[in-house]
Nanobody, 129 residues
Framework: QLQLVESGGALVQPGGSLRLSCAAS????????VGWFRQAPGKEREGVSC????????YFADSVKGRFTISRDNAKNTVYLQMNSLKPDDTAVYYC??????????????????????WGQGTQVTVSS
């Protein structure tokens, strides 16, 4: 069964940090571009950060630039999203998705729900004092 499982979400105070994990099972993430998306209550899902499978290129939404980093550990078949200097506006359910290796990171992060068949359960990130 092909599956992506998100984890690492938690309740954190403003200014805090979290590292989210996206672990793949049933397939190898090496050959896919991977993206992190989030959906806040009452808002559409948006692309947060994406990472290429070929040249290591990355993309970040303007709202998270300078605060978030994305990385992949092919040995662990996992992609990480390191989130620093968290703000209340970062509160959302975070999801990961995988796309074909020829898709650019910009295109991947620009995809919408209609481009994806289904989503996993995601992981809840709440930033609040």
């Amino acid at each position: 069964q092909l599956q992506l499982v998100e984890s690492g979400g938690a309740l954190v105070q403003p200014g805090g940090s979290l590292r989210l994990s996206c672990a793949a099972s049933g397939f190898t993430l090496d050959y896919y571009v991977v993206g992190w998306f989030r959906q806040a209550p009452g808002k559409e899902r948006e692309g947060v950060s994406c990472i290429s499978s070929t040249d290591g290129s990355t993309y970040f939404a303007d709202s998270v630039k300078g605060r978030f980093t994305i990385s992949r550990d092919n040995a662990k078949n996992t992609v990480y999203l390191q989130m620093n200097s968290l703000k209340p506006d970062d509160t959302a359910v975070y999801y990961c998705a995988a796309g074909p290796l020829w898709v650019t990171v910009q295109a991947m992060c620009g995809m919408t729900d209609t481009d994806f068949g289904s989503w996993g359960q995601g992981t809840q990130v709440t930033v609040s004092s």
